[in-house]
């Protein structure tokens, strides 16, 4: 390609020296020009890398009973299903499969040692359990379309209230079906699951979860150590440790995740927690489209790869240290009110929680009383916390009038 170019410079060469020196020159570029870009073209072309989507398979798994997955903020959680002697039968839908639930007469049965027991069936066009009432139970393996399966468990409870106008007991059963499993998988070496929050049995953007990375350790009262996992709502991105996604495609059914690898700017976003707190914290970003997970704790990282943007902290769920007053409560966190953390591209940015905390109440006086409502306790970022009390560690509450403090009792929140 190149002989032949340099031999029509040359031609035109030659052209150029009969139509004159003003004339050729500017014809001389032209023709330069255009050599160089035919050679430079095939070049650039070569260098050009095509991002092809990444297609991460998932596989259902039964949930592990040392393992709670928690629902994303602002799901809609599975409604109760109420029995009595009138209405033995319920209905509700799992992947389009018709459930019906029917209890078991009498509603309340006494077993030979005294212990209260009650009973359901569940039955589908093809399946049919039996699930006990006021006792644990495996979960049940339900064969949806396809064959696929879903696992669901659940717990209930019966009781006895006493009519207000016959004053009679009424016999009542009450239960919740969860699900039981998630959908597992991996984004090169980072664990993710599919949560189905409102149990319908399918797995869609605006009502599910997701969850990324490993489940944080909480500290508990007793030797056995619970693990959560918390579901962040579907964004149009994700974080992981090998990188950040775009969500191009979530199949219905679980069973597969299509995935485009971010190429824009990025940035480092770090969550300090409470000194030896353990747990998760979620934090959200509208306008870079993303959600993100930071586990905390002894063994945890706490610095994940975020889009430049304003975060704001969306659920927390920690656990106070091993040896204080209050562990084995928990403690949740609502950003609902904090100012966004502006994280620029290239920058790294780290969010605070924790002290120094400021309780902000409404008192009045009523009868003689101090009523104190709906206490907040604020943290340094505007975190908002809850539940960071227990029973033996509640905040004392002190009148002060002319500089005299009077010990008015503790105070429960959250």
């Known amino acids: 390609m190149m002989r032949v170019a340099w031999s029509l410079v040359m031609a035109i060469r030659g052209l150029g020296v009969h139509c004159g020196g003003i004339l050729m020159c500017h014809f001389r570029r032209a023709v330069f020009l255009g050599v160089v870009m035919a050679v430079a073209l095939p070049s650039c072309a070569e260098k050009a890398v095509k991002v092809e989507p990444i297609k991460v398979p998932l596989v259902t798994t039964a949930i592990s009973k040392d393992i709670a997955y928690l629902p994303p903020l ?243 769920m920690l656990s106070p240290p091993k040896d204080s007053q209050a562990v084995g409560s928990w403690v949740r966190v609502s950003g609902a009110e904090m100012s966004a953390l502006k994280v620029e591209a290239g920058a790294k940015r780290v969010l605070v929680l924790g002290g120094p905390k400021v309780l902000e109440f409404q008192a009045t006086l009523v009868d003689g009383k101090v009523v104190i409502k709906t206490p907040n306790l604020k943290g340094e970022a505007g975190e908002t916390y809850q539940g960071v009390y227990d029973s033996k560690n509640q905040p004392e509450v002190y009148l002060n009038v002319d500089g005299k403090p009077t010990l008015l009792g503790k105070m429960e929140f959250g």
């Open 74 to 316: 602002g799901a809609k959680s599975p409604k109760w299903l109420d029995f009595n002697e009138e209405n033995p039968t319920k209905k509700f839908s799992l992947g389009g499969i018709e459930c019906v639930v029917t209890v078991e007469m009498p509603i309340i049965q006494i077993s030979n040692d005294g212990q209260v027991l009650g009973k359901l069936l569940l039955k589908t066009p093809s399946q049919a359990f039996t699930f006990n009432l006021n006792v644990d139970n495996k979960p049940m393996e339900f064969t949806l379309d396809n064959g696929r399966k879903y696992f669901l468990g659940g717990y209930g409870y019966t009781s006895s209230p006493t009519n207000s106008k016959t004053m009679k007991e009424i016999a009542t059963a009450s239960v919740r079906f969860e699900p039981a499993g998630v959908q597992i998988g991996k984004i090169g070496q980072s664990p993710i699951a599919l949560f189905d929050a409102n149990r319908d049995g399918f797995y869609t953007s605006d009502e599910d979860g997701i969850v990324v990375g490993p489940p944080a350790e909480l500290f508990a009262r007793t030797s056995v150590m619970p693990n959560i996992s918390i579901a962040q709502p579907f964004s149009k991105y994700i974080s992981t440790s090998d990188g950040i996604f775009e969500i191009r495609n979530l199949a219905k059914d679980g069973s597969e995740l299509t995935l485009l690898p971010y190429r824009g700017a990025s940035a480092t976003l770090e969550v300090v927690a409470p000194p030896r707190y353990a747990g998760q914290i979620v934090l959200t970003s509208a306008d870079a489209g993303l959600n993100v997970t930071v586990t905390v704790g002894d063994k945890a990282s706490e610095s994940v790869a975020v889009i430049p943007g304003g975060y704001t902290v969306l659920a927390t």
